[in-house]
């Protein structure tokens, strides 16, 4: 499933494949999570913004229009018009961000609805079961991710229960796999390692996971508060001990710099909400660095976003009307600025993987770090 093709130092240049298409690696999954990318911009449109992977939520699309629902529709592939793989997380994560409503206890959690206020109870077996009728490609093992900082203790016991839940995902999976209504009876599995910020456990946790011969390995819990370099610290502990035949997924990150990072650290895989949900407000990644549509200094102005790029929005409007679109709160600005921030990252994993190919990623990397980070 997954092939090694090159390397530099750290940085992994690999092709993942699966039964709905191969994902050439270090690759960005853009974020759907109610099976749209928020912003006006469908499935069909990621073709022309270099999209390998589409991310759908588990918890949201439980709720809304419901996975049973979901399944009537033919799963996420067909109800959405995406024919390439689509990761769906777990549902884990809500027992992150939605502290407030929700009990943990061996069997899983009770969350209450942020919708409605209806209780909900999603454990292992559930997870997969809602998983399984999205249909997605890849489905993501439940966890807690724990906020950080936490009590040594609490991470501890939080882990080794993390590894209790995935064990049952994993009799659950097979199990769903082997039904003859299941909609993807190819549906890979991926685990998840936590342990907050403390190297002993996250160590500990993926020696563990990794001896149950998963489809790939998620670092999860990290880019919740902690800085960036603790962040780095913690995949530069935990990459030795992560399966080296096996795809790695950093969870929910995140800016360019963070990606570049990442990457020379062994990561394969990100996603992250940041680039729709910034473009929504007229923040911008370019080339030469970070822009905010909505200064004045824009108005007059008849350049596109970035003359280098060659997304759809900069090959046919200027920043003076995207800036005035955005300003007038029309949802074609959005959709476009959204657009383009999608193809920005897309396009960066494209020159990441060439550059690991000829043997450059340092070089470009040290470069890069220094422009894509500033706020022009």
């Not at 494949?17 to 099976?35: D, E, L």
């Not at 959690?109 to 809602?130: A, L, N, R, W």
């Not at 570049?260 to 996603?271: H, I, K, N, P, T």
């Not at 046919?316 to 600005?333: D, I, T, W």
Request: proline share 3%.
């Amino acid at each position: 499933m997954f092939e090694l093709l090159k390397t530099e130092n750290g940085a992994r240049r690999g092709r993942f494949t699966t039964v709905h298409g191969t994902v050439q690696t270090p690759g960005f999954m853009n974020v759907a999570t109610a099976a749209a990318i928020k912003g006006g911009v469908s499935a069909y449109d990621l073709a022309d913004l270099k999209c390998q992977v589409m991310l759908c939520n588990t918890y949201h699309l439980h709720l809304r229009p419901g996975d049973k629902i979901v399944k009537e529709l033919g799963g996420l592939h067909q109800m959405t018009g995406w024919n390439g793989p689509i990761l769906t997380d777990s549902g884990g994560f809500q027992v992150f961000s939605l502290s407030s409503l929700r009990k943990i206890t061996e069997e899983g959690v009770t969350f209450s609805s942020h919708i409605d206020g209806k209780k909900i109870f999603m454990g292992p077996e559930e997870s997969m079961q809602i998983q399984s009728n999205l249909g997605s490609t890849i489905a993501m093992a439940f966890d807690e991710c724990v906020e950080n900082p936490a009590q040594h203790s609490y991470a501890a016991q939080s882990c080794a229960r993390t590894t209790r839940w995935l064990e049952r995902c994993v009799t659950e999976l097979n199990r769903l796999n082997s039904l003859p209504d299941t909609i993807n009876k190819d549906q890979m599995l991926f685990g998840i390692n936590q342990g907050c910020t403390y190297k002993d456990l996250r160590i500990q946790h993926m020696k563990e996971i990794a001896e149950m011969d998963l489809d790939g390995y998620a670092i999860g819990g990290l880019a919740v508060g902690e800085p960036a370099d603790v962040m780095y610290e913690i995949i530069e502990a935990v990459e030795p001990f992560a399966p080296k035949n096996k795809i790695r997924y950093l969870m929910g990150v995140g800016t360019p710099v963070n990606i570049l990072e990442a990457v020379e650290r062994g990561v394969d895989l990100f996603d992250c909400v940041m680039p729709s949900r910034n473009a929504r407000h007229g923040q911008l990644f370019t080339s030469y660095g970070v822009i905010n549509l909505n200064n004045q200094k824009y108005e007059k102005d008849l350049s596109p976003i970035d003359e280098h790029c060659h997304c759809p929005t900069c090959r046919k409007f200027s920043k003076g009307y995207l800036r005035h679109l955005l300003k007038a709160q029309e949802m074609l600005g959005q959709r476009l600025l959204v657009m383009h921030n999608l193809y920005f990252y897309n396009n960066l994993l494209e020159q990441i993987r060439l550059h690991i190919e000829n043997g450059s990623f340092s070089s470009f990397k040290k470069e890069a770090v220094k422009v894509l980070g500033q706020r022009v």
